[in-house]
T-cell receptor, first 113, second 113 residues
Framework: DAKTTQPPSMDCAEGRAANLPCNHSTISGNEYVYWYRQIHSQGPQYIIHGLKNNETNEMASLIITEDRKSSTLILPHATLRDTAVYYC??????????????FGTGTSLTVIP | DAGVIQSPRHEVTEMGQEVTLRCKPI?????LFWYRQTMMRGLELLIY????????DSGMPEDRFSAKMPNASFSTLKIQPSEPRDSAVYFCASSRLDSTEAFFGQGTRLTVV
């Protein structure tokens, strides 16, 4: 699986949009971009994933650049409960690929009141 | 469904003792994963199973670690003998074959003294 690079930490004011970047310059054509987050003392939680189109769900939006070498996770209105470590992962998805995830160091997001 | 259930939530044991961690995956899920998390190494994939069969155990640190999945609803991770450097949070996760999302348990915090 391709490696990802994320800033180690970020702050965001409560109520503002949190934009978390991720670089994955060696991503292959069949690899998806996944985002998970881990709130303190809990297991990682799935947020969103995408291949090349922008994606949105009830939690966040995922913007993938046209060359797919980087992406941004957007939390539109950050709350204190969004304080967590956010992991960007790239991997092949589909049947019989193991579904395993390899986590990097992630970005520690602190939402400030 | 109650989600992935791990037990115990906390375990303190003396060096040299055998430790057994338990996991009940979500019913109907085909994959089960064991991860270990430490400050130094982050989240590491130890082993994963597909339909109760171990597929990749290359992440298991050494022979003191073993994992079994006797049936679709139960898995164990055993450390024998335990050492202080095994102290970590151990997560179990499960997913369906046709799903791109893995669901994590709350983890077992192991302390070996």
């Amino acid at each position: 699986d391709a490696k990802t690079t994320q800033p180690p930490s970020m702050d965001c004011a409560e109520g503002r949009a949190a934009n978390l970047p991720c670089n994955h310059s060696t991503i292959s054509g069949n690899e998806y971009v996944y985002w998970y987050r881990q709130i303190h003392s809990q297991g990682p939680q799935y947020i969103i994933h995408g291949l090349k189109n922008n994606e949105t769900n009830e939690m966040a939006s995922l913007i993938i650049t046209e060359d797919r070498k980087s992406s941004t996770l957007i939390l539109p209105h950050a709350t204190l409960r969004d304080t967590a470590v956010y992991y960007c992962i790239v991997r092949v998805a589909g049947r019989n690929t193991g579904n395993q995830f390899y986590f990097g160091t992630g970005t520690s997001l602190t939402v400030i009141p | 469904d109650a989600g992935v259930i791990q037990s115990p939530r906390h375990e303190v044991t003396e060096m040299g003792q055998e430790v057994t961690l338990r996991c009940k995956p979500i019913s109907g899920h085909d994959y089960l994963f064991w991860y270990r998390q430490t400050m130094m190494r982050g989240l590491e994939l130890l082993i994963y199973f597909n339909n109760n069969v171990p597929i990749d155990d290359s992440g298991m640190p050494e022979d003191r670690f073993s994992a079994k999945m006797p049936n679709a609803s139960f898995s164990t991770l055993k450390i024998q003998p335990s050492e202080p450097r095994d102290s970590a949070v151990y997560f179990c996760a499960s997913s369906r074959l046709d799903s791109t999302e893995a669901f994590f348990g709350q983890g077992t915090r192991l302390t070996v003294v």
